[in-house]
T-cell receptor, first 112, second 111 residues
Framework: EAQVTQNPRYLITVTGKKLTVTCSQN?????MSWYRQDPGLGLRQIYY???????DKGDVPEGYKVSRKEKRNFPLILESPSPNQTSLYFC???????????FGSGTQLSVL | GQQVMQIPQYQHVQEGEDFTTYCNSS?????IQWYKQRPGGHPVFLIQ???SGEVKKQKRLTFQFGEAKKNSSLHITATQTTDVGTYFC???????????WGAGTKLIIKP
């Protein structure tokens, strides 16, 4: 089944403790992206990747890192999480930029 | 900066009533996409509109793209409980072609 797999689904952590949210797609998509969703603000892009080893900042990249070493994987790293990074995170992929996006199931992160 | 505004933020309807959400961009868009997010779920692609004045239908859903390609609407006829969720529009940003999203319209069916 074609899908974007995101883990974990829920995560509670404390300020400053490094964490990684994994994202993997099995559709051979070139393009991948991370979003955060906060009430009333819609989806805001954190980082995106047009292809392997090509990543770029979105609208709200501060406090986040990403890597794209393989085509299928696009992990999101929070080196030192802070409470303002408490949010719902989505990974998404598409065949190419601006094609329809396929989203993962989301990760609800709480930073205490 | 470039913005995509979506209204209303919420709409409460009785089952069977119609629902409409509007999306307005500060700049001309090359295309616009619509997504639906069910409560507790993830956004799911509905449609992409590309042409000026384009109208597309999916069963009870009608999507329009304005003549100036700066606005779009989604209209649902005779809402059902399965329509509950938040509807988002998104269009490519001029500077880097990344999608910029409206804040969404939440459709709530009154009990």
């Amino acid at each position: 089944e074609a899908q974007v797999t995101q883990n974990p689904r829920y995560l509670i952590t404390v300020t400053g403790k490094k964490l990684t949210v994994t994202c993997s797609q099995n559709m051979n998509h070139e393009y991948m992206s991370w979003y955060r969703q906060d009430p009333g603000l819609g989806l805001r892009q954190i980082y995106y990747s047009m292809n392997v080893e090509v990543t770029d900042k979105g609208d709200v990249p501060e406090g986040y890192k990403v890597s794209r070493k393989e085509k299928r994987n696009f992990p999101l790293i929070l080196e030192s999480p802070s409470p303002n990074q408490t949010s719902l995170y989505f990974c998404a992929s598409s065949l190419e930029r601006n094609e329809k996006l396929f989203f993962g199931s989301g990760t609800q992160l709480s930073v205490l | 900066g470039q913005q995509v505004m979506q209204i209303p933020q919420y709409q409460h309807v009785q089952e069977g009533e119609d629902f409409t959400t509007y999306c307005n961009s500060s700049t001309t868009l090359s295309n616009i996409q619509w997504y639906k997010q069910r409560p507790g779920g993830h956004p799911v692609f509905l449609i992409q509109l590309v042409k000026s004045g384009e109208v597309k239908k999916q069963k009870r859903l009608t999507f329009q793209f304005g003549e100036a390609k700066k606005n779009s609407s989604l209209h649902i006829t005779a809402t059902q409980t399965t329509d509950v969720g938040t509807y988002f529009c998104a269009g490519p940003r001029d500077s880097n072609y990344q999608l910029i999203w409206g804040a969404g319209t939440k459709l709530i069916i009154k009990p």
